[in-house]
Nanobody, 122 residues
Framework: QVQLVESGGGLVQAGGSLRLSCAAS????????MGWFRRAPGKGREFVAA????????DYADSVKGRFTISRDNAKNTVSLQMNSLKPEDTALYYC???????????????WGQGTQVTVSS
């Protein structure tokens, strides 16, 4: 019902910035909550940030608070993740996901993008 495509990943030096984008299509109204997750090598998916339909509520993992900002543009059906002050430990495959309700765990998200790689060098 909802198709998601991430973009914007790349290689950056520690302290740098990247902006990830996720384009949504299909019945986006059925999955009003958008989130970002990441998977580092050898680890499971980790919650990064989430935003509700109106943008009035956002949630962040403690590890990214103050550095990452999630936003959305419903007119364009996009959600973004601005990542500043990047650290090597931020290196991961970043996924955009959609859920019917606000959540910070992967099980509540049933629509996923293919992922975009973020690599932060020291």
């Amino acid at each position: 019902q909802v198709q998601l495509v991430e973009s914007g990943g790349g290689l950056v030096q520690a302290g740098g910035s990247l902006r990830l984008s996720c384009a949504a299509s299909g019945r986006t109204n059925s999955r009003p909550v958008m989130g970002w997750f990441r998977r580092a090598p050898g680890k499971g998916r980790e919650f990064v940030a989430a935003i509700n339909w109106s943008g009035g509520r956002t949630d962040y993992a403690d590890s990214v608070k103050g550095r990452f900002t999630i936003s959305r543009d419903n007119a364009k059906n996009t959600v973004s993740l601005q990542m500043n002050s990047l650290k090597p430990e931020d290196t991961a495959l970043y996924y955009c996901a959609a859920s019917s309700l606000m959540a910070t765990v992967t099980s509540y998200y049933d629509c996923w993008g293919q992922g975009t790689q973020v690599t932060v060098s020291s």
